[in-house]
T-cell receptor, first 116, second 112 residues
Framework: DADVTQTPRNRITKTGKRIMLECSQTKGHDRMYWYRQDPGLGLRLIYYSFDVKDINKGEISDGYSVSRQAQAKFSLSLESAIPNQTALYFC???????????????FGPGTRLTVL | EDQVTQSPEALRLQEGESSSLNCSYTVSGLRGLFWYRQDPGKGPEFLFTLYSAGEEKEKERLKATLTKKESFLHITAPKPEDSATYLCAVQAGGAGSYQLTFGKGTKLSVIP
């Protein structure tokens, strides 16, 4: 089974609709992240969370909100979807090594969201 | 502002033809440089982490190196299954800075 799962994998919706993307992980990592990927723009950070009580805005948080329901679950919401939010969305997790170095992030399979 | 530039944008190689991908960066205090592989329709897959200039890491046909301004991903005798987009990312900044800044990637195609 995959360590980081995302649901749904594909979603088509209409402008103005509320959408929730969900992420679950079995890696036991404390840190979780939401990114979007657009052709020609690369991966950009939307929100990140270091634990259930800690939520931080990333580079492009406007129009998005998140909820960290448990250590293993991190959801991303689009309150009122608009066409320029059409993109690939990835969830990622990471942990801090015992030596204090910053560790790599592990990505889920992605959700392809289309807003008409 | 942290910047990561990858070149070339796309690279076509014949099977067995070795080459290198470049990742140049401008950051304030590098904490780590990461290489990922991404196949179409999938999430990025972690390959390497490099922390300091002079460091090298190897995995099968791939070797990553790091200097103070750039990183190279060397591909030796590539095979068609090495075809993918390779992403570079940096983690930089002071204490409490955990964000990754990604480059736009190099799309590698290995022709049989």
């Amino acid at each position: 089974d995959a360590d980081v799962t995302q649901t749904p994998r594909n979603r088509i919706t209409k402008t103005g609709k509320r959408i929730m993307l969900e992420c679950s992980q079995t890696k036991g990592h404390d840190r979780m992240y939401w990114y979007r990927q657009d052709p020609g723009l690369g991966l950009r950070l939307i929100y990140y969370s270091f634990d259930v009580k800690d939520i931080n805005k990333g580079e492009i948080s406007d129009g998005y909100s998140v909820s960290r329901q448990a250590q293993a679950k991190f959801s991303l919401s689009l309150e009122s979807a608009i066409p320029n939010q059409t993109a690939l969305y990835f969830c990622a997790t990471s942990d801090l090594t015992s030596g204090g170095a910053y560790n790599e992030q592990f990505f889920g399979p992605g959700t392809r969201l289309t807003v008409l | 502002e942290d910047q990561v530039t990858q070149s070339p944008e796309a690279l076509r190689l014949q099977e067995g033809e070795s080459s290198s991908l470049n990742c140049s960066y401008t950051v304030s205090g590098l904490r780590g440089l990461f290489w990922y592989r991404q196949d179409p329709g999938k999430g990025p897959e972690f390959l390497f982490t490099l922390y300091s200039a002079g460091e090298e890491k190897e995995k099968e046909r791939l070797k990553a190196t790091l200097t103070k301004k750039e990183s190279f991903l060397h591909i030796t005798a590539p095979k068609p299954e090495d075809s993918a987009t390779y992403l570079c990312a940096v983690q930089a900044g002071g204490a409490g800075s955990y964000q990754l800044t990604f480059g736009k990637g190099t799309k590698l195609s290995v022709i049989p």
